[in-house]
């Protein structure tokens, strides 16, 4: 549906005009370029997430000497997407190379890949959603918590952007109730 919706984006303002008029048309529309903003926000907000983490992952394990330090950084910036489980996978998948080092080593990897986490759980994903989108970060752990009760991973990778779409609907839909 969202691929179709995209190839159709450019006619829908007069498509919904023919069949919904031009009061509800106008609504729909303000709903619909308000949801795109706080959608393009939370795709940033993500790649800032993915770049952040990402780094941070790659300094750690190059300082600790980690083999294949700079591939360990580009799938812990990519498995960013998914919250809690793509960092676990990342400290897996570091944890067996640094295994290969010494069991010192290993052990200082696992303490890097927790102390990350935390960070990214903690600090730097609501501060970030806060800023890109004007998410807060309340908002966002409580989303995030919902979204994994309620569907797994999926429900976290979905949770902030449903969030998002839900609560913009219902502001311009109160907002039009108001103003009329």
Excluded at 105 to 114: C, K, N, P, Q, R
Excluded at 134 to 142: A, D, K, M
């Amino acid at each position: 549906i969202t691929f179709y919706m995209l190839l159709e984006r450019k006619d829908m303002d007069k498509k919904a005009k023919v069949i919904l008029g031009e009061d509800k048309a106008g609504i729909l529309i303000k709903v619909v370029d308000k949801v795109e903003d706080r959608l393009v926000g939370w795709s940033k907000a993500e790649l800032s997430l993915m770049a952040i983490v990402g780094l941070m992952s790659y300094i750690g394990y190059m300082i600790l000497g980690l083999d294949f330090a700079l591939a360990l950084g580009i799938v812990a910036a990519i498995l960013e997407l998914i919250p809690n489980i793509g960092p676990t996978i990342t400290s897996i998948l570091a944890l067996i190379v640094a295994l290969n080092k010494s069991i010192p080593v290993a052990i200082l990897t696992v303490i890097w890949g927790i102390l990350v986490q935390q960070l990214e759980n903690n600090l730097i994903v609501p501060k970030v959603m806060k800023k890109q989108v004007g998410l807060s970060p309340v908002i966002t752990i409580f989303a995030l918590a919902v979204g994994a009760k309620v569907a797994g991973v999926m429900g976290t990778i979905l949770a902030i952007p449903s969030y998002l779409t839900i609560e913009t609907v219902v502001k311009v839909l109160t907002e039009e109730k108001k103003g009329k």
